[in-house]
């Protein structure tokens, strides 16, 4: 198997691949690029990938190496494949990789990329335009919900709008801050715009994954920030989002079950000491029992390979 980088991309001058041809008048320069072709091709076996630039390579001049190998494509046992789709997230359409393909998009997908690092100032500006291109999904975790969420929840509602789902994980109202009216409030006109609010019990993470390929990740709340000093990372890389997804068992845990006692939808997650994960009713009818203490429905959730 041979793989052959021409290093020429679409901008700049024709260089030596570029011009590499046989043609009557071809210097020796031309002619020993052909040689180089010529190298690459008959020491295959099995497969042979060239990597270049379809631009350039399609329109070369006739005669050329490049015009012979822009003839190929589309004959049987040639595949062009854009590079872009090696490294596209996994809910876009791709074409057939073949096997060697699929397992290079593999490798390829765990590349990360820190593409940007705000604080409190610059952040929001650049949250915003991440909600607004979003295309799949939504997913916060957010502990604390106050004023900072009436900026958020007009971009959130034309997300949701157009399709995207939207799940979020705040922290349960056992936290003094978060059992405030106002703050009760607020969170109900988000559960009113999104399609999922999973209160957890002392929860802590400030994270963004927008359409399972951008990560935000640092110390700042994004429904309540306001006036401290805070550091955001914003990471590209689908293999690492997903993974990331995956660890805080996102998809698991923003499926909370109705209550098996009242029926209610007022679940919130929580984890015992020994480290299993449950779901409790917080429903106060439900979870206090006749002599006034607390007896809330619970059940514990199973993680898969025999795990809770």
Same mark, same amino acid.
């Given at each position: 198997?041979?793989?052959?980088?021409?290093?020429?991309?679409?901008?700049?001058?024709?260089?030596?691949?570029?011009?590499?041809?046989?043609?009557?008048?071809a210097s020796d320069w031309a002619?020993?690029?052909?040689?180089?072709?010529?190298?690459?091709?008959?020491?295959?076996?099995?497969?042979?990938?060239?990597?270049?630039?379809?631009?350039?390579?399609?329109?070369?001049?006739?005669?050329?190496?490049?015009?012979?190998?822009?003839?190929?494509?589309?004959?049987?046992?040639?595949?062009?494949?854009?590079?872009?789709?090696?490294?596209?997230?996994? !809910?876009?359409?791709?074409?057939?990789?073949?096997?060697?393909?699929?397992?290079?998009?593999?490798?390829?997908?765990?590349?990360?990329?820190?593409?940007?690092?705000?604080?409190?100032?610059?952040?929001?500006?650049?949250?915003?335009?991440?909600?607004?291109?979003?295309?799949?999904?939504?997913?916060?975790?957010?502990?604390?919900?106050?004023?900072?969420?009436?900026?958020?929840?007009?971009?959130?509602?034309?997300?949701?709008?157009?399709?995207?789902?939207?799940?979020?994980?705040?922290?349960?109202?056992?936290?003094?801050?978060?059992?405030?009216?106002?703050?009760?409030?607020?969170?109900?006109?988000?559960?009113?715009?999104? !399609?999922?609010?999973?209160?957890?019990n002392v929860m802590h993470q400030?994270?963004?994954?927008?359409?399972?390929?951008?990560?935000?990740?640092?110390?700042?709340?994004?429904?309540?920030?306001?006036?401290?000093?805070?550091?955001?990372?914003?990471?590209?890389?689908?293999?690492?989002?997903?993974?990331?997804?995956?660890?805080? !068992?996102?998809?698991?845990?923003?499926?909370?079950?109705?209550?098996?006692?009242?029926?209610?939808?007022?679940?919130?997650?929580?984890?015992?000491?020994?480290?299993?994960?449950?779901?409790?009713?917080?429903?106060?009818?439900?979870?206090?029992?006749?002599?006034?203490?607390?007896?809330?429905?619970?059940?514990?959730?199973?993680?898969?390979?025999?795990r809770s």
């Amino acid at each position: 198997m041979v793989v052959f980088d021409t290093v020429e991309g679409a901008d700049g001058r024709e260089l030596w691949m570029s011009l590499a041809h046989r043609e009557p008048g071809a210097s020796d320069w031309a002619r020993s690029g052909v040689r180089l072709f010529n190298v690459a091709a008959t020491r295959v076996q099995t497969r042979l990938y060239v990597i270049g630039s379809w631009e350039r390579i399609s329109s070369a001049k006739k005669g050329t190496a490049f015009s012979h190998l822009a003839a190929l494509v589309g004959m049987p046992g040639v595949r062009r494949l854009r590079a872009g789709h090696l490294i596209t997230p996994p !809910h876009e359409d791709t074409p057939s990789r073949g096997e060697f393909g699929a397992a290079l998009a593999d490798v390829l997908s765990r590349h990360v990329e820190i593409t940007g690092i705000d604080d409190e100032t610059t952040f929001f500006s650049t949250f915003e335009d991440e909600i607004r291109t979003a295309r799949t999904s939504v997913w916060l975790w957010a502990p604390w919900v106050a004023n900072r969420v009436r900026g958020i929840l007009p971009l959130l509602r034309e997300a949701a709008g157009r399709g995207v789902r939207v799940s979020v994980f705040i922290r349960d109202d056992t936290d003094r801050l978060q059992a405030r009216p106002g703050n009760q409030s607020l969170i109900a006109d988000l559960r009113a715009v999104v !399609h999922t609010v999973v209160p957890v019990n002392v929860m802590h993470q400030k994270i963004a994954v927008i359409d399972e390929r951008t990560v935000m990740l640092g110390s700042l709340n994004t429904l309540s920030q306001s006036w401290t000093r805070e550091v955001m990372l914003t990471i590209r890389g689908g293999h690492f989002a997903r993974k990331l997804l995956e660890h805080e !068992h996102a998809e698991l845990f923003s499926r909370p079950p109705k209550c098996a006692r009242c029926g209610g939808t007022s679940i919130e997650l929580r984890r015992r000491r020994n480290g299993v994960w449950f779901w409790r009713c917080y429903d106060t009818v439900c979870k206090t029992g006749r002599n006034g203490r607390s007896d809330a429905w619970n059940q514990d959730i199973r993680m898969g390979r025999g795990r809770s």
